[in-house]
Nanobody, 115 residues
C-alpha cells in the first residue's frame, strides 16, 4: 500500500471546473493501478475513475464519463483528476488510492459544488 495525499478541492459553482492532484510516496506507484474515489454526505464511498499502470488504460464510472479525466505522472508519483461541468451531486470528499481500494485511506480533499 502506498501513502497518498489528495489536494486541489474547493468551492466551485455548478458548471465550473477543478483539477485534483494526488501525491504518493514510495517506489511502487508506477506499478499500481490507481483510482479516484469519492464519498458524498450520507453515502458510501464510490469509485469515480481508474487508470492502469503506465497510463495505458483509463476507465470511468458513469458519474464521470464525458466530464472527468484521470491521468498520472509516474516520474513524480502524481495522480490527477480534471473535472469539468461540475454538478451539485459531485459534492463529496475525493480520495485517491489503489485498485482494489486500500484498507487505510489517505487524506482526501473536499469538493463543494454550489447550484
Amino acid at each position: 500500500q502506498v501513502d497518498v495525499v489528495a489536494s486541489g478541492g474547493g468551492l466551485v459553482q455548478a458548471g465550473g471546473s477543478l483539477k485534483l492532484s494526488c501525491t504518493s510516496s514510495g517506489t511502487q506507484f508506477r506499478r499500481l493501478p490507481m483510482a479516484w474515489y469519492r464519498r458524498a454526505p450520507g453515502k458510501q464511498r464510490e469509485l469515480v475513475a481508474r487508470i492502469l499502470p503506465y497510463g495505458t488504460t483509463t476507465i470511468y464510472e458513469d458519474v464521470a464519463k464525458g466530464r472527468f479525466t484521470i491521468s498520472r505522472d509516474d516520474a513524480t508519483n502524481r495522480l490527477y483528476l480534471e473535472m469539468r461541468d461540475l454538478r451539485a451531486e459531485d459534492t463529496a470528499v475525493y480520495y485517491c488510492g489503489e485498485v482494489p481500494p486500500p484498507s487505510v485511506w489517505g487524506q482526501g480533499t473536499q469538493v463543494t459544488v454550489s447550484s
